[in-house]
């Protein structure tokens, strides 16, 4: 006899989903040890970083609270960078807290990491990214983030120098600037293999990165200093997104100027480009962060790239032929963090039976796949996870909409068909220019071990297929991703897979706007789960001053120039909807959030006051944008079951009852 669904009992408690949240990045060599950074939610949701010997044995060399990350643009960049110094590993790395960049020889007993670079007093201070160590000029290399005053003006992003003796550690004068201002965000240099060149990528307002960037190079004098740069290839309307040197002094540079993110060679005098392997499939992705690392050339040789339609595999190709093989292996998805040690690449991959791991594979056309070390170490019994299935939608108009599916399962629950039809969340990434993976992820099992179905979509505005695909999102935004998650509920209910009265959204972050907007336009959902969103596109807008710099014109392309349609950021904003919420919902919000700040969900909570409409607001300090800590994500997970409960009519056992009153 089969359960109620939502009532299924589950060997994945919030906890256990929780403490597995996140992946190993930032995937590094020094020597021929292997670092990278991991995640740590029972530790305050820090980033440690971990360091694996030859011999295979790993270890942690900075103890809590050590935390190592960034604040560049926001979302952060390669937080750490090391090498071989007089015969032993110096690391060099950003610490969250100060945001300064310390350094430390691991091999010493009792070494603390020291400061080398100053504290500011003015506005945000300073802030460090894609750091690289520079033995032969004693120095690190960094791209760095000055806030200069408290306005929006009073930021500049360059190139810049820090001795590794520490003497720039108290004095803002003995940080050596490289070269000019030119472009409001850089990413950090790549040196050619003499030396006296350097590449790296720039772009400004209004553009984002996946719109419009420009690959620029310039000589690198002896006193260290870039000489005046040039534009090889990139525009408005051309997005580069890694650029790296080859070994014969040509460039790789990863560019949708086909309306594909693919690969091309390019010349550093004349910027003419060549196309290494046409194909309708994307080899790079957007920049959220600096850094990413999508291709890397193996000694000389092959290039190890990352590629495909939605889903991105390793594939190893030959840049003289255009060949592309494919390794062998289960793994189904990568994250842009490729490195390589001899003729070895390695990566991070994951799969809907795996969770992200670190991985391994020599760089020849018969290589196969192998882990090298895991981070999620099985949990829980497979039975309980999901078996998803990647699928197409009709949307409006007849266009596609792409999906992900994780229907119920539970093996003490195989007759559950005999229930009718299930309950099922939509899952709605954030970005919105960005895309979701279909990888192993107890957050989804917590929900589908005990009889809630998930869909996670892929709206038109996604990254993964193409830019006619992600443009379609431009001035649509709160329309036609809204249609693509209702597509996608309506296709599941014609299905006889899912009940149309037991539909709920979640998102955050832009999947939060999604969500909430939904809930003022549709009437398909029963129930809506925000967190961190952005409600009010006023606020949000470069007038309104309420978001961060990297994202503050955003909106321009998302709904339109701000001065040109106020009358649309008015009328698409939840904010100004909220009598058309009629259904209850859990708002989520970390109150250092300086992207979608908390006074955005004061401002829709004010405009509901009164009204008789069930609903919950947690908010936590302490956290930003995306929670880390294992207690919030346990809190968030177990009210959004709760939630669901008491809108679809079942008592999760073992949860908390959230609030709900008006």
């Known amino acids: 006899m089969s359960a109620t669904y939502g009532e299924w009992a589950s060997p994945i408690d919030a906890a256990t989903a929780a403490s ?35 011999d295979g044995t790993e270890e942690c060399p900075l103890p809590a609270p050590w935390n190592v990350r960034n604040r560049v643009m926001e979302y952060g960049g390669t937080p750490w960078g090391g090498a071989v110094v007089g015969g032993e590993p110096l690391v060099v790395f950003t610490h969250q807290a100060d945001q300064r960049l310390y350094a430390f020889h691991p091999d010493r007993p009792g070494e603390q990491p020291y400061p080398l670079s100053p504290v500011s007093a003015v506005g945000g201070g300073l802030r460090w990214a894609e750091p690289v160590v520079h033995v032969e000029r004693g120095e690190v290399w960094a791209v760095l983030e000055e806030f200069t005053g408290e306005g929006a003006a009073d930021l500049r992003r360059l190139h810049a120098a820090v001795p590794l003796d520490g003497s720039a550690a108290e004095d803002r004068a003995a940080v050596r600037e490289m070269g000019p201002v030119e472009h409001r965000f850089v990413t950090g240099l790549r040196l050619s293999p003499d030396g006296g060149r350097a590449a790296w990528i720039g772009w400004d307002h209004p553009r984002m990165p996946w719109d419009g960037t420009e690959l620029r190079v310039a000589d690198v004098r002896g006193d260290g200093t870039l000489g005046p740069a040039r534009t090889l290839v990139g525009g408005p309307e051309e997005s580069v997104a890694q650029v790296e040197w080859a070994a014969d002094g040509t460039l790789f540079a990863a560019t949708d100027r086909t309306g594909w993110w693919n690969l091309h060679r390019v010349d550093p005098e004349s910027g003419e480009a060549v196309n290494l392997c046409p194909r309708e499939e994307e080899f790079a992705g957007p920049m959220w962060r600096i850094g990413l690392r999508w291709f890397a050339q193996v000694e000389g040789g092959p290039i190890a790239v990352l590629h495909g339609v939605g889903a991105q595999r390793l594939g190893i190709l030959d840049p003289g032929s255009g060949e592309l093989t494919q390794p062998s292996g289960h793994w189904t998805e990568w994250t842009p963090t490729l490195a390589v040690a001899g003729g070895q690449v390695v990566g991070v991959a994951a ?17 196969r796949v192998a882990a090298l070390t895991a981070l999620h170490h099985d949990a829980v019994d497979p039975a309980y996870l999901p078996e998803p299935e990647a699928r197409v939608f009709t949307g409006p108009d007849g266009r596609d909409v792409h999906a992900h599916v994780y229907p119920p399962r539970n093996p003490e629950q195989s007759d559950h068909g005999a229930a009718g039809p299930a309950p099922y969340a939509i899952w709605v990434h954030g970005g919105p220019t960005s895309r979701t993976q279909m990888v192993y992820d ?13 869909a996670e979509v892929n709206y038109g505005g996604s990254t993964g297929y193409g830019r006619a695909y992600r443009n379609r999102l431009r001035e649509q935004w709160g329309v036609v991703e809204v249609e693509d998650c209702v597509a996608v509920a309506e296709g599941l209910v014609a299905e006889g897979a899912a009940d149309p009265a037991r539909l709920a959204i979640r998102g955050g972050s832009a999947g939060g706007w999604t969500s909430a907007a939904a809930l003022t336009t549709v009437s398909t959902f029963a129930c809506g789960a925000i967190s961190y969103p ?40 939840p904010v100004h909807r909220s009598d058309q919420v009629t259904v209850p919902f859990l708002l989520m919000q970390g109150l250092d959030d300086p992207i979608c700040p908390p006074v955005q969900c004061d401002r829709f909570l004010a405009a509901l006051a009164g009204r008789d409409l069930p609903h919950a607001y947690l908010a936590f300090p302490g956290e930003s944008h995306g929670f880390r800590r294992l207690d919030t994500l346990v809190t968030c997970l177990e009210a959004e079951l709760s939630l669901y409960g008491q809108v679809f009519g079942f008592r999760p056992p073992g949860v908390p009852v959230l609030d709900l009153t008006p």
């Not at 590094?28 to 971990?50: I, S």
């Not at 596109?537 to 014109?553: I, K, N, R, V, Y």
Request: net charge negative.
């Open 20 to 54: 597995h949240d996140g992946r190993p990045d930032d995937l590094g060599l020094v020597g021929a040890e292997l670092w990278w950074t991991a995640p740590r939610p029972a530790e305050g949701g820090r980033r440690a970083l971990v360091r694996r010997r030859p």
């Open 534 to 573: 952005i409600l009010d596109l006023a606020g949000w807008s470069p007038a309104g001053g309420e978001t961060h710099d990297f994202e503050a014109w955003y909106l321009e392309s998302l709904i339109g120039p701000h001065l040109e349609v106020p009358e649309r950021y008015h009328d698409r904003s």
């Open 442 to 454: 107890l957050e989804v099992a917590y929900f589908t071990s005990r009889g809630i179905g998930v």
């Open 351 to 367: 799969s809907a039976r795996s969770a992200h791991e670190i991985v391994h594979a020599p760089a020849v056309p018969t290589a």
